[in-house]
Nanobody
């Protein structure tokens, strides 16, 4: 059973930074892609960053230039560096991975941007 464990959420002031981590029980190159989604109360879950096993990345316009996804293959960990945080970035952030046609999700970590 593939496990994804997130960490790094918390409370930050507008304009601040946070780095989320997603540790997996599998080698990250086993996944077709890994990424981060977020879900705010009453909202649909949305993609905020994705990285393929080849290293290609993609971001929606809402976070482009502020968020960066990266990986450390030695630690089987994917990161989401979030800079210039805004109150509208407040949400539960979920790590996601696709392997063998199956989607896997972490338990989520809360990010709150507020003064």
């Amino acid at each position: 059973q593939v496990q994804l464990v997130e960490s790094g959420g918390g409370l930050v002031q507008p304009g601040g930074s946070l780095r989320l981590s997603c540790a997996t029980s599998e080698t990250i190159f086993s996944f077709y892609f890994m990424g981060w989604y977020r879900q705010a109360p009453g909202q649909q879950r949305e993609l905020v960053a994705r990285i393929t096993n080849g290293g290609s990345t993609m971001y929606p316009d809402s976070v482009k230039g502020r968020f960066t996804i990266s990986r450390d293959s030695a630690k089987n960990t994917v990161y989401l560096q979030m800079n210039g945080l805004r109150p509208q970035d407040t949400a539960v952030y979920f790590c996601h991975a696709l392997i063998g046609g199956t989607n896997y999700w972490g338990q989520g970590t809360q990010v709150t941007v507020s003064s």
